[in-house]
């Protein structure tokens, strides 16, 4: 079936270090969206993106979909303390309406 | 506008019980997924409702079934409960059926002993 991996699992940095999270697809995408999710809290939307090769940003995060539409990343410029939370991916086959497959998460701890 | 709600927050059940769980999705939203989520297996998708059918359902077997009333608000049933059935369950709603951009609730966190 349809696979979402997300790398790394774990991602230690110091405050004001960059940080980047991949995520890949067996199989190709409708759309792919990112999600955060504080320790012991739910989690949350950040943004969907549809368009192959298309590339948004809020803020300090960088969202990018790659030309193939397989495969994603989000990355953190200057990391402060308040980005700290799992980071999700997830993805909806394209054809497939509805059921949204979750990568693993990339989790960040960032030291002040 | 009030998030999506979700009770009980915890639950204790036995193996062998049954137990439903509800959710409350926002406003004017008619979409409502479920999602079990476990350290091990992470966010995984239970089954989609959008105006009370059952639009899609994730690799779960029939012990967990799902309904959702003509109000928008879905219940959740797990039945024969198995230890393994332990985690944290996760309702989000949505605008539209196949609505991308999921609203999470809290979630109930379950514990089977």
């Known amino acids: 079936g349809q696979q979402v991996m997300q790398i790394p699992q774990y991602q230690h940095v110091q405050e004001g270090e960059d940080f980047t999270t991949y995520c890949n697809s067996s199989?190709?995408?409708?759309?792919i969206q990112w999600y955060k999710q504080r320790p012991g809290g739910h989690p949350v939307f950040l943004i969907q993106l549809v368009k192959s090769g298309e590339v948004k940003k809020q803020k300090r995060l960088t969202f990018q979909f790659g030309e193939a539409k397989k495969n994603s990343s989000l990355h953190i410029t200057a990391t402060q303390t308040t980005d700290v939370g799992t980071y999700f991916c997830a993805g909806v086959r394209s054809g497939n309406t509805g059921k949204l497959i979750f990568g693993q998460g990339t989790t960040l701890q960032v030291k002040p | 506008k009030a998030g999506v709600t979700q009770t009980p927050r915890y639950l204790i059940k036995t193996r062998g019980q049954q137990v439903t769980l509800s959710c409350s999705p926002i406003?004017?939203?008619?979409?409502v997924s479920w999602y079990q989520q476990t350290p091990g297996q992470g966010l995984q998708f239970l089954f989609e409702y959008f105006s009370e059918t059952q639009r899609n359902k994730g690799n779960f077997p029939g012990r967990f079934s799902g309904r959702q009333f003509s109000n928008s608000r879905s219940e959740m049933n797990v039945s024969t409960l198995e230890l393994g059935d332990s985690a944290l369950y996760l309702c989000?709603?949505?605008?539209?059926?196949?609505?991308?951009?999921?609203?999470f609730g809290p979630g109930t966190r379950l514990t089977v002993t």
């Open positions: 199989t190709t995408l409708s759309n």
């Open positions: 989000a709603s949505g605008t539209t059926a196949g609505s991308y951009e999921q609203y």
């Open positions: 406003s004017g939203h008619r979409s």
